[in-house]
DNA sequence: CGGGTGACCACAT
DNA sequence: AATGTGGCCACCC
């Protein structure tokens, strides 16, 4: 077994599920999987997705639409700029009109 | 083995 | 209204 952490996997299960110019957050994800207090695991889990080459963790913001994670990637920008370029206006690390953009397992899924 | 930290969120004061 | 604390679970020291 192995291989499956529950948690974690459903974590990029969903994440890899994100679709294109889209994005969610961390509560989300969590609230999906029915453990929205966990929500702090997603983003332990992204942290590990880093070498999940599928994650797409640039499309996961924190529930303000902040790129919470920007400082994690490889560098600062690239968080910002995967967003830029699928059609996502960024502003001071911003998702703007986040909601607009925000993609829901839970009502997708 | 124990404690602290962390890409968070919600509730309480 | 703003700030503080709690909670969750995994990983690092």
């Given amino acids: ?30 609230n999906f999987l029915g453990a929205k207090q966990s929500a702090r695991m997603v983003g332990w889990a992204m942290n590990a997705s880093a070498k999940h080459e599928d994650i797409p963790a640039h499309r996961v913001v924190n529930r303000v639409g902040l790129l919470s994670g920007k400082h994690h990637f490889e560098g600062t920008s690239v968080m910002q700029q995967l967003l830029e370029a699928e059609g996502i206006q960024i502003e001071d690390h911003k998702v703007v009109d986040f909601e607009a953009h925000l993609w829901d397992p839970a009502k997708h899924l």
């Avoid at 952490?5 to 961390?26: L, S, W």
């Fill in 1 to 30: 077994m192995a291989t499956n952490d529950n948690f974690f996997e459903r974590v990029y299960d969903v994440a890899k599920k994100i679709p294109y110019g889209r994005v969610t957050t961390y509560g989300a994800i969590a």
